[in-house]
């Protein structure tokens, strides 16, 4: 039986070794050969992986001093490999040139290392016999991997103290510490016992935040937005709340807390904030093109701390339809102003004016809309938005000329578990929005309501593959259509519905030719990703769009649908976007569209 030592669990076990070597530059390492007995080729992989030999050879290492640094750090890294996989009883031989590594003299070195040839047995696996934490909370769940009978792997062992120190940290002990470890190899039938002791230490309440670095933001606008929970029990979760609230505004490139050594007296824990802010001024632009509906173009201009308590000011606009086949040009223009931690450190209120000409297939349009609202974050993914707004708009379709002027009351909630807001491989995406209107002109009143939901899954090695589809479903309530502005009703057809299907063109007949936007609105999508390389994919899509003309779906309607092919090419603002694609289904298109953009088409 022996006691093994291990270095602190905070740290990876290792076997450090510090040389002073004098000689002189030699040729390269020519061979390195790595035997591993007993026939586990997943073992040998990763000792191989691991190696710190075959990295110099792999790099064209060439001074004999830096070949024998990692000969002689080798036994320590193959080492910790084979304690990793449960292996306490091997034995590593390493030779330069013939001539054992640990036996050469560091003052006389070889003018020239040419072959080094590393063999391991690593014997026989261990078990665990005894495998004990204590105390820990109720209700912790260590690893699977770490009780009697089990491989006993050291990254298990680790695995198992992490898993203590953060169960005691999260019931309110932040100060909670390994005192004592206790870990025997019985050679004799290869079981290891590991017995881990924790010192939780007194329950602790935060004291006080106390900011360490300068901001252009004020003292008593960072505190309101951080929401920092002075006298409540201790939680790394509230800590990290703390930090994302600070993050989510923009204000800041850097935000950072540390927690005070010691507990005070009355077992309050003081948290240091550093930040170091953003700048303050930001603008982006935006461009896309497609075969039938033109050039759209778009840019921004935003402020991150327009007052002095992370107040975002945004202005943006944009043009789309420009040389467009189908429709005319149009214009859009708005601002919106965001203040953080209005109602609470949750909670921002925001204002915003925006003003629209569009000349769309089957109306024209000069709009403009104002309000004001309130943005709740309820998780680190889901969020809520409510306003109050006013909607005017002058309008002329097949109807004649028209104007609304209505009162607004959107509601939204957004779910958003993507991996990544670029480019996903994993997660799901769901936005859904109402919005009821009261006419204050003599029209009707009623209420728009519409969702997109998204999924996106990974399949093969390192998601090569990705599958993501896309539903869309809207419908709008009033009791006389003409009491709907046109841009609250749906159309099908374009990039963002129906590929390879005109923008816009799939609606509900009126009159001789006239066309207008149905009351409900249905489309599906799916695309079948495929990474080539490290930043270029393909991709084969296929859309459907269902347009009615009644509320939820009734009444008379019609499909179309287009398939087609695309190719992207990844940058870090996102995938370049090329898709072609042609109608499969319908009477509203054919011919092959062409859509080129950034960003995936969802």
Same mark, same amino acid.
């Given at each position: ?419 990544? *807001?670029?480019?996903? !491989?994993?997660?799901?995406? %769901? @936005?859904?929005? +109402? =919005?009821?209107?009261? /006419?204050?002109?003599? #029209? ?122 695309? *190719?992207?090419?990844? !940058?870090?603002?996102?995938? %370049? @976007?090329?898709? +072609? =694609?042609?109608?499969? /289904?319908?009477?509203? #298109? ?13």
């Amino acid at each position: 039986m022996r006691t093994l030592t291990f270095a602190p669990l905070w740290r990876r076990i290792c076997l450090p070794v510090a040389l002073t070597i004098l000689g002189q530059s030699a040729l390269a390492l020519d061979t390195v050969q790595i035997t591993v007995l007993g026939g586990d080729s997943d073992l040998e992989r990763t000792l191989k992986a691991a190696s710190l030999v075959q990295t110099a050879k792999d790099d064209g290492e060439a001074d004999p001093r830096d070949v024998m640094a990692a000969a002689l750090a080798e036994y320590g890294r193959l080492t910790e490999v084979l304690y990793a996989n449960g292996y306490y009883g091997g034995v590593i031989r390493i030779r330069v040139d013939g001539r054992e590594a640990g036996r050469i003299p560091v003052f006389n070195l070889p003018a020239q290392i040419s072959a080094i040839e590393i063999t391991v047995d690593p014997g026989a696996p261990f078990t665990f016999g005894t495998a004990r934490v204590a105390p820990v909370p109720p209700g912790t769940k260590l690893p699977d991997g770490f009780r009697s009978g089990e491989r006993a792997e050291s990254t298990q062992i680790q695995a198992a103290a992490d898993a203590a120190h953060l169960a005691w940290r999260q019931a309110g002990h932040p100060k909670a510490d390994l005192t004592r470890q206790s870990l025997t190899a019985d050679h004799r039938d290869h079981t290891l016992s590991a017995d881990l002791q924790f010192s939780p230490g007194p329950k602790a309440r935060f004291g006080r935040m106390t900011q360490t670095t300068d901001s252009a933001v004020r003292a008593e606008r960072i505190a309101r937005i951080a929401g920092f929970p002075t006298g409540q029990t201790y939680s790394p979760e509230a800590l990290d709340k703390v930090v994302n609230r600070l993050r989510r505004t923009g204000a800041f490139s850097s935000v950072s807390v540390t927690e005070a050594e010691r507990l005070n007296s009355d077992d309050t824990l003081d948290v240091g904030l550093a930040l170091a802010d953003e700048k303050p001024r930001r603008f982006g632009f935006g461009a896309e093109l497609s075969s039938l509906e033109g050039i759209g173009l778009s840019a921004y201009w935003m402020h991150r701390n327009l007052f002095g308590g992370a107040e975002r000011f945004r202005v943006e606009g944009e043009i789309t339809g420009i040389a467009g086949q189908n429709s005319g040009t149009d214009y859009r223009l708005g601002a919106r102003l965001e203040q953080p931690a209005t109602f609470g450190p949750d909670t921002t209120a925001f204002g915003y004016v925006n003003a629209a000409y569009e000349d769309e297939p089957a109306y024209i349009s000069r709009s403009i809309d104002l309000g004001a609202g309130m943005t709740r974050i309820f998780s680190d993914t889901l969020s809520g938005e409510i306003a109050v707004g006013l909607h005017y708009s002058d309008i002329t379709d097949v109807f004649g000329d028209r104007d609304f002027f209505q009162l607004t009351l959107p509601i939204g909630l957004t779910w958003d578990r993507r991996n990544d *807001l670029l480019d996903a !491989t994993s997660g799901t995406f %769901l @936005r859904a929005e +109402v =919005a009821p209107f009261l /006419s204050l002109n003599g #029209g009707g009143s009623g209420a728009r309501a519409f969702a997109d939901a998204r999924a996106y899954r990974g399949l093969g090695a390192g998601d090569r593959f990705v599958l993501a589809g896309r539903v869309q479903a809207g419908t709008v309530y009033s009791d006389d259509v003409q009491d709907i502005p046109p841009e609250y009703l749906f159309f099908s057809g374009g990039g963002n519905s129906v590929r390879g299907q005109p923008y816009q063109s799939l609606g509900i007949p009126e009159g001789m030719s006239g066309l207008r936007g149905g009351r409900s609105y249905l489309a599906l999508s799916t695309e079948l990703r495929a990474s080539i390389t490290d930043t270029i994919g393909v991709v084969a899509f296929a859309d459907a769009g269902h347009v009615s003309d009644d509320s939820l779906f009734g009444g008379d309607g019609d499909w179309h649908a287009g398939a087609g092919l695309g *190719l992207r090419y990844k !940058t870090p603002i996102g995938p %370049l @976007r090329l898709d +072609v =694609a042609g109608p499969i /289904s319908g009477d509203t #298109g054919d011919g092959v569209q062409v859509y080129l953009g950034i960003g995936q088409a969802f």
